[in-house]
Structure formats: structure tokens, C-alpha cells
């Protein structure tokens, strides 16, 4: 079966599309929205334009699409970007929610009215158990940004290892946070993955926007 993956170039959307080809779906597209207002309810915001560049990295086919990124109507970007992947022949849809029922119920009504199938592998995942998966499935995650009381701004603009994982869970524990960032407390992007053909580096810097609020902005990938 041909899917096309929502794809973010985050860690959740790239390991929807490793778990579809170690089951022997064919990820033709990757699809990505491209939010115009910083508060999406249904897309990621933070360096999501550089995900065309992921996902070449794994040699997947990238289409991209503006959104508004206002509640209701970005709901009808995503119906239109759906529509224009059938048309380009794909039967089903891929994507990386974890717990949110608002972002997975509309993905599959929204596919449903299209018929196609929908596919989320990492929904109700443990969530500790999930980010320590990451790191020994060889993901290498940048932290792209973070906005939660508690988190350890420290590793914004940094890759997670196991220790870093470590202190993620052990401080979500503490202050109440998703460990798997589901409530959109940070932000991620892959930088390899066991998909990718080859490893990508970025470069930028790391903005402290408020107490609890910092950004890596990538400036460049190589």
C-alpha cells in the first residue's frame, strides 16, 4: 500500500514512517503544512520548513503546504493537501499522534471522506518507554524548542542521548509534563534516523523568548 506520512521532521511523524516501512507500507510522500500563525492546533510550528530536507535525507518524495493555522480552517489546508495526495495515488495516510484526540480524530475524518486509510502506530504508547525506544532505535533528536515549567532548558539545541533522556523523564515526573512532549511542551527535529541515508548537522542558535520559552532557530542544514 501507498501512504503518504504527515511529516514534521520531528521524532514522532519520522518514526510513524519507520515503523510503515519496517511493515512493508510504501511512504511515497512525505506531507508537510506549513502553520502562517505561531499557535496551530494541529501542526508543528518551530523549524517545520526545514522537514523537506529530512525527508530527503530519506529519499522520500516531499510535498509542502501552507496553512493559516487558524482552528477550523487549517482543518480544510489539510483536507486539500489529503486530496491532492489521492490524486497522486496513495491509499492511506501515516501519522505520529501519540495522545492528542483532537489532531488523530480529525486526520481520520478527514481521510475517511477521502477514503483513506489511516495509520497511527504510536498512539497510546507508553510514554517514557517510547523516548527511550528513540535513542536505541539510533534516532538522533534535536530538542528544537521548549515551553514548559520544569523542563531542562538546557538541552534545547541539543541532540537527546540516553542520559539526556534520562533527565527529560525524571524531570517530567517531577513537574507534570509529558516525557514525550505530546502536550506540546518542546519541539524536536531528526537529524538521523536508521531511514536516513545520511547524517544531517544543523547550525543556528538558541533564543530565550521568556522564562519558560526557548527556540533553536536553524539557520542552516548540512
Known amino acids: 500500500m501507498r501512504l503518504c506520512a504527515l511529516y514534521s521532521g520531528g521524532k514522532d511523524s519520522t518514526f510513524a514512517i519507520h515503523w510503515a516501512v519496517l511493515h512493508g507500507f510504501e511512504v511515497a510522500y512525505t506531507l508537510t503544512l506549513i502553520p502562517r500563525r505561531p499557535d496551530s492546533w494541529m501542526f508543528q510550528v518551530p523549524n517545520v520548513a526545514w522537514a523537506p530536507v529530512a525527508s530527503e535525507a530519506m529519499g522520500i518524495d516531499s510535498l509542502v503546504f501552507f496553512t493559516s493555522g487558524e482552528k477550523d480552517k487549517e482543518l480544510e489546508d489539510l483536507r486539500r493537501a489529503l486530496s491532492k495526495c489521492k490524486e497522486l495515488g496513495v491509499s492511506g495516510v501515516i501519522a505520529g499522534a501519540l495522545l492528542s484526540d483532537y ?15 489511516t495509520y ?23 530538542i528544537s524548542s521548549a515551553s514548559a515549567y520544569g523542563f531542562p532548558f538546557e538541552l534545547v539545541g541539543k541532540t537527546l542521548d540516553k542520559d539526556g533522556v534520562k ?25 538521523y ?3 536516513y541515508k545520511r547524517r544531517l548537522h544543523a547550525e543556528g542558535e538558541t533564543i530565550r523568548k521568556g522564562e519558560y520559552e526557548w527556540v533553536f532557530r536553524i539557520r542552516r542544514i548540512l
Open 120 to 142: 497511527t502506530p504510536l498512539w497510546r504508547k507508553d510514554q517514557e518507554d517510547y523516548m527511550r525506544e528513540l535513542v536505541e532505535e539510533g534516532f538522533e533528536i534535536l
Open 193 to 195: 534516523a536508521p531511514l
Open 103 to 117: 489532531q488523530r480524530l480529525n486526520i481520520a475524518i478527514i481521510a475517511e471522506g477521502l477514503d483513506l486509510k
Open 167 to 191: 533527565i527529560v523523564i525524571e524531570a517530567s515526573r517531577r513537574y507534570g509534563f509529558n516525557p514525550a512532549f505530546e502536550g506540546g511542551e518542546a519541539e524536536t527535529f531528526v537529524l
